[in-house]
């Protein structure tokens, strides 16, 4: 049994850096410590000029200030006051003469006292933060780093496929354990979420109790938790229930942009379910409520594409091509086949290993008349030859000077890599998938099926 990509993201990926929140108020707290220099290269003792700074940027990417800031004395003594919008984990950038030596993270809270200790060049190996919500996160850490070991045995198959249900309630009670011992600190919040992830599929009950708890005292999720009770929600009660949680969401949110978020997530949620008509009355609204954010109307400019062009029930985009075995494939070849065309790179990790997934995929649902297509993009006849000698060639796979790379990512609006289309018999488009969405493309399956 493989762990989910997407539980693995919220005990890693989601905890780094998130200083984008647009609240108003203002928070504060005092750093002080010491930065000295490996005596190697700083024979006189002269540790003064070392710089730790923190840059704050907006949820629109258009404005950037300075949070913290602070220069070293000639004993290598800092101090100083961080001024912040929200508890976050932060970037400290530490140079000198204008080299960074390295990128330190530290929990900013309000009131909370930092010391922090460290010696140039080996900053990252020799730094030390001490405080009441860093030595949290720390704690934190530790379960984590504990925790993907075990993902690791899970992975390599030493814990048999009988316990793993009981391993994984294990872990969500030891981070569940960490968020109640330390009530309010930032990293107790992230532990309470991991904690709430284990638990989809396993006991939804218990996960839907824990969330409750969650959003009692915190009034907001991270997007991974969001989505695994989406998930639980949109297959107990229907898509209903999901947009109802969503509005609850969107009158607890406190920030601009966990309020920009959970619109996105609605869009996107209607969008996948065919409900493009609403979609588009919800984007209109977004378009006007945030037109001033750059990154905002980024994502708003490619959905609109995607609702015009790519949207379930329209009609997939003609293409045409060579495989690498001489066969000419094109939108009249697969007529009245119902087949799943993916674009990726094959030195893409996150398509190897889904690789195994897809031919297991290809060998139960071909009975069902489906044909997987492979656009490889960014390939030569090495690369493309290297990466199937182990691994079989199974399905049509396009030669790279047989299409345009640039034009088809373009036409597809590809942003990610792989990205899936599940095109049914009639050449309309069941679904797209992104990435991590993969879990996603057997419930797709299950149309072809039907049909």
């Not at 932060?90 to 006292?113: C, H, K, L, W």
């Not at 316990?163 to 011992?181: A, N, P, R, T």
């Not at 920009?260 to 378009?287: C, P, V």
């Not at 065309?341 to 398509?351: A, G, V």
């Amino acid at each position: 049994m493989k762990i989910r990509a997407g539980l693995l993201s919220l005990i890693s990926a989601l905890f780094f850096f998130g200083c984008s929140s647009d609240s108003e108020q203002e928070l504060s707290n005092y750093i002080n410590g010491r930065i000295t220099v490996n005596e190697e290269l700083e024979t006189g003792g002269n540790y003064s000029g070392i710089e730790l700074l923190v840059a704050y940027q907006d949820t629109a990417g258009e404005r950037r200030d300075t949070i913290f800031h602070a220069v070293t004395d000639r004993d290598g003594y800092f101090s100083g006051t961080a001024v912040f919008n929200s508890t976050d984990l932060y970037p400290v950038v530490v140079s000198r003469n204008r080299n960074a030596f390295g990128i330190i993270s530290m929990v900013f809270a309000d009131g909370d006292t930092i010391n922090f200790t460290g010696q140039l060049p080996d900053l990252n190996q020799t730094a030390e933060i001490s405080s009441r919500e860093n030595d949290v996160y720390q704690t934190f850490e530790r379960v984590e780093r504990n925790f993907r070991r075990v993902v690791q045995y899970i992975n390599a198959g030493a814990i048999s496929a009988d316990s793993v249900g009981m391993e994984l309630e294990k872990w969500s009670d030891i981070y569940w354990d960490l968020y109640e011992e330390y009530p309010g600190a930032y990293a107790s919040g992230l532990a309470g979420e991991a904690s709430i992830s284990l638990l989809r599929g396993l006991n939804d009950s218990l996960m839907v109790a824990r969330t409750e708890e969650i959003l009692t005292n915190k009034n907001t999720l991270l997007p991974a938790t969001r989505q695994a009770l989406m998930e639980y929600y949109a297959e107990e009660e229907g898509l209903e229930k999901v947009t109802a949680f969503l509005d609850r969401l969107e009158n607890m949110a406190v920030t601009e942009g966990d309020m920009m978020n959970l619109k996105i997530e609605r869009i996107e949620l209607l969008y996948d379910s065919s409900r493009t008509s609403e979609a588009g009355e919800y984007l209109d609204r977004f378009k006007n409520e945030f037109s001033d954010h750059e990154r905002a109307m980024e994502w708003a400019e490619n959905i609109t594409y995607d609702l015009a062009v790519l949207s379930p029930g329209s009609a997939f985009p003609s293409f045409s091509f060579t495989t690498i075995t001489g066969d000419s494939v094109s939108t009249e070849t697969m007529e009245g086949t119902p087949f799943l065309i993916e674009i990726t790179r094959l030195d893409n990790s996150l398509y190897q290993q889904q690789y195994d997934r897809t031919i297991a995929i290809y060998q139960i649902y071909r009975n069902f008349g489906l044909e997987i297509i492979t656009i490889p993009l960014v390939s030569n006849d090495v690369v493309i030859q290297a990466f199937f000698e182990n691994r079989g060639l199974y399905w049509p796979v396009a030669h790279p000077d047989s299409f345009d790379g640039d034009e088809l990512i373009e036409r597809l609006n590809i942003n990610r890599v792989p990205t899936r289309f599940l095109i049914d018999d009639d050449g309309n488009i069941i679904r797209r998938y992104v990435g991590n969405e993969y879990d996603e493309v057997v419930q797709g399956l299950q149309r072809i099926i039907t049909q």
